[in-house]
């Protein structure tokens, strides 16, 4: 594989080719990605060919088709066009820290040799960072120690996040360390604002760092079952406006579980902050500070099986917080007598002490089918994992350290993770059913058959380069894990005892979302979201499937695809957890996996779910039931297309406009909403339940800022109460002035319905904290959305309808200071999307009938949830 297309090209170019300082040396006849779409939220880039240029004009041929006038300032120079050069680049910065020049020679063609067709794929930050910068990291993600109980030690712990996410590296943490809410803090006179409080300042943070200029940070903040802010912590995402820029997962122990079982009673306790020696001793770590014999105070006891429901509720009704077995991780871990695990990097497939990173990439199993023998290609995969181990080991070396402690950390452990993606294209080549029993037990024996590989690698490793300093052979082979493996092959722990270790863990499953999607295959362990998508371009409308999908159609032409081609919401929850567990027997670190479940999925069946998880050996688990979020990521609704529904009879509610003249002052209002009329035998009649709306309504108008720009959100009463909702947001023809008049429609057509009863609470109840990948504001005056200002404009009119005991509407409007006028040009909001601009056409994804979210790089509504990340299907765009 020389070359990429398509997508994989865009994401190519554009998070991993090295690039040119600047475009100044822009010819006729180069590659460049070119901004098509300049917009400060959703810039749009494509692929093209530079065919003129004028100074500092250019002219631009897409990949599409079509020229493009740009400005070289609005060009990216890839200097790497191809992987191939990519490939060279990275062989050769890894092989550099080989102890001989003859064995950097001798490795650096090894390396080029399992990178090409992409049988090795490096993790992102070692794709981008490979020999190109001192400033740039090749460690994907951090855990950082748990803050200091301090303003000092927390604002450490925020410098620290800050500068790690700048460079790259996403964060994950632990917040036990932090005082519970309303403890007292000596010498302020005060009380403590509590751990989820700090959390949420971690989060605002990660929202505001750009990573590259194309990630934003990515967050993960954990909290022990024992901490008596845990009930806050399980539910904050509810309210959607403290954290919003973090993943969630609670820490829980054995014995926790077993209180679970049993229906015991469960303490949440702290420390004696009064201690004398709590400023200095206190890490976060329950358990050590015991074991110095000191107090911890009881905070409150609970029904064990009470806080349980209440963390299966909330991962039913928004699949956070996550949980993870960390009691469980710490038996497993083969750094458990000197290292303990405290806390996971964003996504959760590492589990590291405080200081420790993840070192990632990814074995493309597609790559390892061999078509002759209809089997895996199983002496070229373990070739490729052998040399693996020692990719990554260099890249150790290799890499550029900004904080001591990590380096420390690292060369004290050497911890490595090996992962895999392609899992569903080699399953479907191999014509097994993902998640059916045949798949389990290949999954035994593919990721069996891995482990040792890598473990004997590393083996060897040690045998010529010296193991890992921290290594204790006894400690070492007494983790739970290394017991299982050598149950298994008693070969590994032979040469462990004759050679040691070279690393302290060496393998991983993580997302591969970017990278995955870049090279055109299954990302990460995941069975593929979907087959067929639909794609817009200047030749129509027109269905596509996946490669794999495609080829079988091609051959098979009329027939429909068998049932080992299986997706995600084919399955069910369990089977993705049957798989997840299959796999984690063979893996030392964790696994980066989401559970899909149906919308009709209940509570207790998540119960199960996890209990199961929990049962059969997982060390976290994370569901994502579907429509279970206010933004709907993923959508198993079926839908068939207007053509469809024609050749069925089908006949759409039809809506038509009443025309009320009415006269206005001051900037023009939308028309008044439609009546709703349905077919009643061939007769159109006018619903009853519709309140007509009268020719004069009294109101008022609310200004509140958005994320989108100023909103003016004008209330009109009916019957003395809200009926009437009109959104003035950006400008006439922006895609968001559309959004918010329909809003505005929506919502006045649902007031004036029926009674009104609790209608105005019932709205506000669902409009009020959606949230979406920006907020305005702080406290009590945040505004996360549109909606958001909606909710917070109602509970202002009702509140001020209240409390005016008589007064007229002209003094209401004066005390709201909302009263609507005529702005100068200069305070008009500003648009989200130029006046005129639209979406570019969607070129790429998944089925249209699913409900995507809108993705923050390209703006289309193609972004999906999947392995605890949201990837964008259209610019390769991820997140966790």
């Not at 002209?810 to 200071?817: I, K, M, S, V, Y």
């Amino acid at each position: 594989m020389t070359r990429l297309e398509g997508l994989g090209e865009k994401i190519f170019l554009d998070r991993y080719a090295l690039k040119h300082e600047d475009s100044s040396g822009v010819k006729p006849g180069d590659l460049v990605l070119a901004l098509v779409k300049e917009d400060s939220r959703f810039p749009v880039k494509e692929v093209g060919e530079v065919t003129e240029r004028s100074g500092s004009k250019v002219k631009v041929k897409l990949r599409n088709g079509d020229t493009l006038d740009s400005d070289l300032t609005k060009l990216s120079h890839p200097l790497e066009t191809t992987p191939g050069e990519m490939w060279d680049r990275i062989a050769d910065a890894i092989s550099a820290v080989e102890q001989t020049e003859e064995k950097a020679r001798e490795w650096r063609g090894k390396f080029r040799e399992m990178l090409d067709g992409f049988k090795l794929v490096p993790g992102g930050r070692i794709a981008a960072g490979a020999g190109t910068s001192e400033e740039l990291t090749l460690f994907n993600c951090y855990v950082i120690p748990s803050p200091k109980d301090s303003r000092g030690g927390i604002m450490e712990s925020l410098a620290n996040m800050t500068e790690i996410m700048a460079r790259g590296g996403g964060v994950g943490f632990n917040l036990s360390s932090l005082r519970p809410r309303r403890t007292v803090v000596a010498g302020v006179n005060g009380t403590s604002s509590g751990a989820v409080s700090w959390g949420g300042l971690f989060s605002y943070t990660t929202g505001l760092i750009e990573q590259g200029g194309s990630r934003r940070g990515a967050l993960m903040l954990m909290i022990n079952d024992w901490h008596p802010d845990l009930l806050e912590f399980i539910t904050v995402k509810q309210s959607m406006g403290q954290v919003t820029n973090a993943n969630l997962s609670v820490c829980v122990s054995n014995a926790f579980m077993r209180a679970v079982k049993e229906d015991l009673e469960w303490n949440l306790v702290f420390p004696d902050t009064k201690d004398p020696d709590y400023d200095e001793l206190w890490t976060g770590d329950l358990d050590a500070w015991k074991a110095l014999g000191k107090e911890v105070v009881l905070y409150k006891t609970l029904s064990a099986r009470d806080i349980w429901h209440i963390i299966m509720e909330s991962a039913w009704k928004s699949a956070e917080p996550g949980v993870v077995f960390m009691e469980y991780y710490n038996e497993m871990s083969n750094s458990w007598y000197f290292n303990p695990i405290n806390s996971t990097n964003p996504c959760g497939e590492q589990g590291l002490p405080g200081w420790g990173v993840c070192n990632l990439s990814a074995i493309n199993l597609s790559r390892f089918y061999d078509e002759g023998k209809e089997d895996v290609d199983w002496e070229e995969l373990s070739k490729v994992t052998r040399w693996s181990v020692r990719f990554l080991d260099n890249v150790i070396d290799a890499t550029p350290y900004h904080f001591p402690q990590n380096e420390a950390n690292q060369k004290k452990e050497r911890r490595i993770g090996l992962g895999t993606m392609g899992l569903a294209e080699l399953l479907i080549k191999l014509q097994i059913r993902y998640g059916s029993q045949e798949c389990l037990h290949f999954l035994e024996k593919l990721y069996g058959f891995m482990a040792r590989e890598a473990y004997l690698a590393s083996a060897e490793l040690a045998a010529e380069k010296g193991a890992f300093p921290a290594f204790d052979a006894e400690l070492f082979l007494q983790s739970g894990f290394m017991k299982g493996l050598i149950s298994q092959y008693p070969e590994v722990g032979e040469a462990i005892m004759q050679y040691g270790i070279r690393n302290v863990t060496v393998l991983t499953q993580a997302p591969t979302g970017s990278t995955g999607t870049m090279v055109g295959t299954s990302t990460g362990i995941e069975p593929y979201f979907a087959f067929q998508y639909f794609r817009q371009s200047r030749l129509g409308f027109d269905k596509q499937f996946v490669p794999i999908a495609q080829q079988w159609k091609d051959a098979h032409p009329g027939e429909e695809l068998p049932d080992y081609f299986v997706t995600a919401m084919d399955l069910s929850a369990k089977d993705h957890i049957r798989v997840q567990a299959a796999i984690q027997r063979w893996v030392d670190s964790s696994i980066s996996k989401t559970a899909n479940c149906p919308n009709d999925f209940t509570i207790e069946e998540t119960k199960e779910l996890y209990e199961m998880a929990y049962e059969l050996g997982c060390k976290g688990v994370t569901i994502y039931r579907d429509g279970s979020r206010d933004v709907q990521v993923l959508s198993t609704t079926e839908e068939r297309d207007t053509e469809e529904r024609e050749e069925a009879g089908e006949q759409e509610p039809k809506l038509e406009q009443e025309h009320i003249k009415e006269e206005k002052t001051g900037d023009q209002r939308p028309d008044d909403m439609p009546a709703h009329r349905v077919e009643s035998g061939g007769k159109r009649t006018l619903d009853k339940a519709y309140k007509s709306r009268p020719q004069v309504l009294r109101g008022a108008t609310y200004k509140i800022n958005t994320p989108f720009g100023m909103a003016y959100i004008t209330i009109n009463d009916l019957s003395g109460s809200p009926g009437e909702i009109f959104l003035n947001v950006g400008k006439a023809g922006s895609d968001v002035f559309a959004m918010a008049e329909a809003l505005g429609r929506v919502c006045s057509l649902f007031l004036r319905y029926g009674d009104h009863g609790h209608k105005v609470e019932l709205l506000i109840k669902h409009l009020k904290g959606i949230g979406g990948s920006g907020s305005i504001g702080f406290g009590a005056n945040r505004v996360e959305s549109i909606a958001d200002a909606v909710a917070k404009a109602l509970e202002q009119h009702i509140s001020f309808a209240e409390q005016r005991n008589g007064d007229s509407s002209e003094h209401l409007e004066r005390r709201a200071d909302v009263k609507y006028q005529e702005r100068p040009e200069e305070e008009q909001p500003q648009p989200f999307l130029s006046q005129g601009d639209s979406l570019p056409p969607y070129e790429g994804g998944f089925k249209k009938d699913n409900s995507l979210d809108l993705c923050p790089s390209c703006g289309l509504a193609s972004l999906i949830n999947i392995e605890g990340c949201k990837q964008c299907g259209n610019c390769g765009y991820s997140k966790c």
